[in-house]
C-alpha cells in the first residue's frame, strides 16, 4: 500500500464509537478478528464526522473522552482530534491518495 498523501497527513486507526446501547453488538461493536463484516471499522469525510456525545446514535469515530477522539497517523504519531472538525478536512485525512491538502493552520487538532 502506498500513502500518496503523506504519513504524517493520514489517519491509520482511531477511536471507534459505539453508541451506549450497542456494546458487544455485532455491527457495531466487535473486533476486526470477529468475523462480524465493518463493525471494527469507521469513515470519515462528509457524512462521517465525529461523534458529538456518547448518545451519538450513529456509525463515527468517536470516544468516551470529553470532546476528543485519539488518532494513530501513519508516522506512528497519535494525535487528539475534536468533533468540531470540517468533516471535508477529516475526510482528507482519512484518504490515503486523494492528493488534497490539508489546511496550513491546525485549529482542529486538540493539544
Known amino acids: ?15 471507534k464509537h459505539v453508541p451506549q446501547d450497542k456494546f458487544g453488538y455485532g ?8 468475523g462480524l463484516g465493518y ?3 469507521r469513515a470519515g469525510g462528509i457524512g462521517y464526522p465525529i461523534a ?16 476528543i477522539c485519539q488518532f494513530v497517523f501513519a508516522d ?12 471535508v478536512i477529516l475526510g482528507y485525512l482519512c484518504q490515503i491518495n486523494d492528493g488534497q ?3 496550513p493552520t491546525n ?5
Open 76 to 87: 506512528g504519531h497519535v494525535q487528539r482530534i475534536g468533533p468540531a472538525i470540517d468533516e
Open 52 to 67: 458529538q456525545s456518547v448518545n451519538d446514535p450513529n456509525w463515527r469515530w468517536g470516544s468516551y473522552h470529553a470532546n
Open 1 to 15: 500500500m502506498q500513502i500518496k498523501d503523506g504519513t504524517s497527513n493520514t489517519i491509520l486507526a482511531g477511536e
Open 39 to 41: 463493525s471494527a471499522t
Open 101 to 103: 491538502p490539508i489546511p
Open 27 to 34: 455491527g457495531w461493536d466487535s473486533s476486526m478478528y470477529s
Open 107 to 111: 485549529d482542529f487538532i486538540e493539544n
